[in-house]
């Protein structure tokens, strides 16, 4: 098999456009297939790559979720289109499908010949696999039987140094060692010298093999180290997402490495590049297993007291803890950042913040275009809420482009009350992210009163409500100093001074424009109900004014510029 992303690169980079789902990239191929028709799901078994012009893409919504539906239930390796005739662009909805459940969606002009696509990838699948069995009718059964089933870097190094009884190790690009197994008795050695030494002569002999084109150095070849003295080495350079992150060495001080040696190090590496995929895969599909739970849990509650246990328990989390939903939200910044950056921080961030906090459980997934965490934990309600603060001021310290906003429902006794945590976060989000708040830690505990007052009430009804306590001369274009003015005055507590310096303006400039202010409404600034009704309006404003233009899919949608013209990474 081979990566989506090998694919690419196999097609020629330049023709291929990733749309969405670049976190898919490497899932693997069985197979390339063309859709011939609208509905292809009893067809497939899983890992292919689908190629369309769109000629007989589904033209209503309710037949294209079906056969998307289907390609999520088969784990399809990625859909590319052809556009340019039958369709301009990939539609809309694939490339939501696409972002959520990390499946590429590709994209190539009309032109590009699907036969050319189909048969470079079919080829390279052959060839390896061709390899594979090659090598194994090469090597003594009960090796080759061994790799076969290994499963991580230290296996494979376990049982390269037990057959030959010689040193197995894997390094990355800085020779540090990843694994390593020395057998027992064997000669001491200075490990971190020696593989810098002989890192050396490998690169320069690959250096020298750029220009000479020497035909036996082939990828994914062993390269015998010329040294003059011992030990005899052997290497794999393996090369993953178009570099050389790891080299598998094999060393031996007694005798000279021979073709068995070759045979089993250039099969090994092949195991291990495959478990690294595996890896990749793995975190692809647990990813998507979580935005199936929560799509569960708030879209299907009746449905989720059913079935939720089970996966809560896969998940590995604790269903008689206490639990905790909420936003980790991008918050305003002075420095533009792209939002799909700042979203890929903010979610390794938190996802460590997990692993690292003694009594903290959960995950945290893009949800509904929303950085979502959920949170199980045994902890106290006030412990939980400092490790929170704790992760807020963490992200400012380490990033101080990213200023977020922390939003958390009620702490809750029971799993399936996560829907209401996830609501009330949903409720709070808009009353402090549109805010005049540059970034913190919003808890519903604590805004019990706003979201009585505000909680649910949507876009319209607060814009609505906010027109009749403000006068249109206020909210016109024509007013809009004033308004300013009177945004101002309620954040610094009506105080004068304060506001006059702060909007850079002499004292009789402000008592002028007050008295304007006063005259539309009909009331004196210094009266506590005009204030109190002030304050009610402007916190109106920010649910008035609420878009989702600060969701991770809309950037995909409206910023699209951004996305198409990345090609792979």
Request: charged share 25%; glycine share 6%; net charge negative.
């Given at each position: ?23 898919g ?17 009893h067809?497939?078994e ?38 340019g ?16 459940y ?62 030959f ?146 996966r ?57 275009g ?15 809420k ?51 708040s ?29 027109n009749?306590?403000?006068p249109d ?16 005055l309620?954040?610094?507590n009506?105080?004068?001074?304060m ?17 304007r ?22 916190t109106?404003?920010?649910l ?26």
């Amino acid at each position: 098999m081979i990566t989506v992303k090998e694919a690419i690169l196999l097609t020629g980079k330049n023709n291929v456009t990733v749309r969405a789902g670049k976190r898919g990239l490497y899932r693997k191929i069985r197979w390339a297939h063309v859709i011939d028709h609208d509905d292809m799901r009893h067809f497939l078994e899983g890992g292919e790559l689908l190629m369309t012009c769109g000629q007989v893409w589904p033209h209503d919504q309710a037949s294209e979720a079906r056969l998307l539906k289907g390609f999520l239930r088969h784990q399809i390796s990625g859909i590319l289109f052809a556009t340019g005739r039958y369709l301009d662009e990939c539609p809309p909805s694939v490339l939501e499908f696409g972002e959520k459940y990390g499946i590429p969606i590709l994209e190539v002009p009309f032109h590009v010949q699907f036969i050319k696509i189909t048969q470079s990838i079919h080829q390279e699948i052959m060839k390896r696999e061709f390899r594979k069995k090659e090598l194994t009718a090469q090597l003594p059964s009960e090796l080759a039987g061994e790799l076969r089933v290994a499963n991580s870097g230290k296996d494979i190094c376990r049982i390269l140094a037990q057959y030959f009884n010689c040193p197995a190790i894997i390094t990355d690009p800085t020779n540090n060692v990843l694994d390593k197994v020395i057998p027992t008795g064997g000669k001491r050695i200075n490990l971190p010298n020696l593989l810098d030494h002989l890192s050396k002569i490998l690169h320069e002999r690959l250096d020298n093999n750029l220009y000479e084109n020497e035909p036996s150095l082939q990828e994914g070849q062993p390269i015998k180290v010329p040294t003059k003295t011992c030990p005899y080495a052997l290497a794999v350079p393996l090369q993953i997402e178009e570099n050389y992150p790891r080299t598998l060495w094999l060393l031996n001080y007694h005798q000279q490495l021979e073709e068995v040696h070759s045979h089993a190090l250039e099969y090994a590496a092949t195991v291990l590049v495959d478990i690294h995929l595996n890896q990749q895969g793995g975190g692809v599909t647990s990813k998507q297993f979580k935005v199936e739970l929560m799509e569960l849990l708030f879209e299907n509650p009746k449905t989720a007291a059913i079935l939720m246990e089970d996966r809560v328990r896969k998940l590995g989390l604790a269903p008689n803890e206490n639990w905790m939903a909420g936003f980790v939200l991008p918050g305003k910044k002075e420095i533009p950042l792209s939002l799909s950056i700042e979203m890929d921080f903010l979610s390794d961030e938190c996802t460590k913040w997990i692993d690292e906090t003694d009594g903290i459980g959960g995950f945290c997934e893009i949800y509904e275009g929303r950085l979502t965490l959920l949170i199980s934990s045994s902890l106290e309600y006030s412990v939980i809420k400092n490790h929170l603060k704790d992760l807020y001021s963490h992200v400012q310290t380490i990033y101080k482009q990213i200023v977020p906003v922390l939003v958390f429902g009620k702490m809750k006794k029971d799993w399936l009350s996560l829907v209401e945590s996830y609501q009330e976060a949903k409720s709070l989000t808009p009353l402090v992210q549109f805010s005049d708040s540059a970034g913190g830690t919003f808890f519903a505990e604590e805004s019990q009163k706003e979201l009585l007052l505000y909680g649910g009430m949507d876009s319209a009804k607060a814009h609505e409500f906010r027109n009749l306590i403000l006068p249109d001369e206020l909210l016109s274009e024509r007013g809009s100093v004033l308004y300013e003015t009177l945004k101002c005055l309620a954040a610094h507590n009506y105080n004068r001074e304060m506001v006059a310096k702060a909007l850079h303006i002499h004292r009789n400039t402000l008592r002028y424009r007050i008295e304007r202010i006063e005259q539309h409404l009909g009331d004196s600034l210094s009266s506590s109900k005009c204030q109190f009704w002030i304050q009610i309006a402007l916190t109106l404003e920010s649910l008035a004014n609420q878009t989702h233009g600060t969701t991770f899919e809309t950037e995909i949608d409206e910023n699209k510029e951004e996305v198409v013209l990345d090609p792979i990474l």
